[in-house]
T-cell receptor, first 117, second 114 residues
Framework: GAGVSQSPSNKVTEKGKDVELRCDPI?????LYWYRQSLGQGLEFLIY????????KSGLPSDRFSAERTGGSVSTLTIQRTQQEDSAVYLC???????????????FGEGSRLTVL | DQQVKQNSPSLSVQEGRISILNCDYT??????FLWYKKYPAEGPTFLIS?????DKNEDGRFTVFLNKSAKHLSLHIVPSQPGDSAVYFC?????????????FGQGTTLQVKP
């Protein structure tokens, strides 16, 4: 498809397990973002990749969270030793250039809903 | 530290009337502002944006107003339609800092009643 694709759409895991969430951005988009939305909350910035630059990890809530972007395309968000407070919808977005307003509009995927029991 | 705030979690208006959604920000370095709309079980979609060099941007039924001195922006939808019922997020960025990172508010749920 032409849009941002995320998998899995739903993931239920037990506390303490590791999870991986995958994002396929729109082809040709140089910037990729991860956000999460906890129940009743807004969109919380997690991490931002722009081309070959070092990612902006300033939003990662703890060292249990990490993300990679291989080959400038697909990204994987990994959460180690999951906790119940990690339960949220994890949204991935991509943009053409990564600068808001200069082809920088973000296109979001439908999200991966993570439930930690 | 909530840099972008939407203090009204919900808003209900009658079809045909004006909807006004508000957003406040604290970071004076923000120079680009956007509104996104989100339906349940879908990702947010871009609606309208405004640069800090402007105080108004209009696109059809949607108008965004920016008051830099008050660090406040608002989205006006007129006339409101039932299909506008969704969660609306405002977002801000420091484009001049060469980053594309967007900071979002908590969202306002708009319900437009037929």
């Amino acid at each position: 498809g032409a849009g941002v694709s995320q998998s899995p759409s739903n993931k239920v895991t037990e506390k303490g397990k590791d999870v991986e969430l995958r994002c396929d951005p729109i082809s040709g988009h140089t910037a990729l973002y991860w956000y999460r939305q906890s129940l009743g909350q807004g969109l919380e910035f997690l991490i931002y990749f722009q081309g070959n630059s070092a990612p902006d990890k300033s939003g990662l809530p703890s060292d249990r969270f990490s993300a990679e972007r291989t080959g400038g395309s697909v990204s994987t968000l990994t959460i180690q030793r999951t906790q119940q407070e990690d339960s949220a919808v994890y949204l991935c977005a991509s943009s053409l250039w990564g600068l808001a307003g200069i082809g920088g509009e973000l296109f979001f995927g439908e999200g991966s809903r993570l439930t930690v029991l | 530290d909530q840099q972008v705030k939407q203090n009204s979690p919900s808003l209900s208006v009658q079809e045909g009337r004006i909807s006004i959604l508000n957003c406040d920000y604290t970071n004076s370095m923000f120079d680009y502002f956007l509104w996104y709309k989100k339906y349940p079980a879908e990702g947010p979609t871009f609606l309208i944006s405004i640069s800090s060099i402007k105080d108004k941007n209009e696109d059809g039924r949607f108008t965004v107003f920016l008051n830099k001195s008050a660090k406040h922006l608002s989205l006006h939808i007129v006339p409101s339609q039932p299909g506008d019922s969704a969660v609306y997020f405002c977002a801000a960025s420091e484009r001049s800092s060469n980053t594309g990172k967007l900071i979002f508010g908590q969202g306002t749920t708009l319900q437009v009643k037929p």
